[in-house]
């Protein structure tokens, strides 16, 4: 069982829809949750930072965490073609240095 | 958030020959980190690099294959050793974003992709 598990994809939604990524994690211990967009070519950008069970929400960007059913989720407001990235979901297990990133979910927004 | 180079941006190596990858962070850092990532894969941690004592490595990461120096705390180099094409891939450092983010909260480097043919 990997550590952290996305859906590849690819997601696809239409412009100014809603698109929801979805992320699980397996060790319970996890402590810190983060959402990183990587463009094609490019290296990863760090989107959103979660710790608490809950909502975050940073503009068009709200992040969800379920620390008991051991689930990250991502949604993306009023989706823009700008947003059709790679969606890396990274977790920190135990001791600082310990990151483990998901597979990534590939999101398409269609104009 | 920290503003980090690496150099060089891409590369083409031949086999058996070996790579340093040099990462310059603006602001001073504890900790760097060093990740592979494979063509159309995530990211895998190769190695913590800290300041002042050896960099730590993670299971399937050898000093003798990727040797890593940290002569400061705004720098740090990863060899690739003794390369063959299995090295192909996008190696990318990170750092802390530092001031008011949290610790833990990770920037990267824009990578540097090498190919061994």
């Known amino acids: 069982q990997k550590e952290v598990e996305q859906n590849s994809g690819p997601l696809s939604v239409p412009e100014g829809a809603i698109a929801s990524l979805n992320c699980t994690y397996s060790?319970?211990?996890?402590?810190?949750f983060f959402w990183y967009r990587q463009y094609s070519g490019k290296s990863p950008e760090l989107i959103m930072s979660?710790?608490?069970?809950g909502d975050k929400e940073d503009g068009r960007f709200t992040a969800q965490l379920n620390k008991a059913s051991q689930y990250v989720s991502l949604l993306i407001r009023d989706s823009q073609p700008s947003d059709s990235a790679t969606y890396l979901c990274?977790?920190?297990?135990?001791?600082?240095?310990?990151?483990?990133f998901g597979s990534g979910t590939k999101l398409n927004v269609k104009p | 958030s920290a503003v980090i180079s690496q150099k060089p941006s891409r590369d083409i190596c031949q086999r058996g020959t070996s790579l340093t990858i040099q990462c310059q962070v603006d602001?001073?850092?504890?900790?760097m980190f060093w990740y592979r990532q494979q063509p159309g894969q995530s990211l895998t941690l190769i190695a913590t690099?800290?300041?002042?004592?050896?960099?730590?490595?993670e299971s399937g990461f050898v000093i003798d294959k990727f040797p890593i120096s940290r002569p400061n705390l705004t720098f740090s180099t990863l060899t690739v050793s003794n390369m063959s094409p299995e090295d192909s891939s996008i190696y990318l450092c990170?750092?802390?974003?530092?001031?008011?983010?949290?610790?833990?909260?990770?920037?990267f480097g824009p990578g540097t992709r090498l190919t061994v043919l």
């Open positions: 990170s750092a802390p974003g530092g001031g008011q983010r949290p610790v833990d909260e990770q920037f």
């Open positions: 690099a800290n300041q002042g004592s050896e960099a730590t490595y």
């Open positions: 990274a977790v920190r297990v135990g001791n600082f240095n310990k990151f483990y």
């Open positions: 060790d319970r211990g996890s402590q810190s």
């Open positions: 979660i710790y608490s069970n």
């Open positions: 602001s001073q850092v504890t900790m």
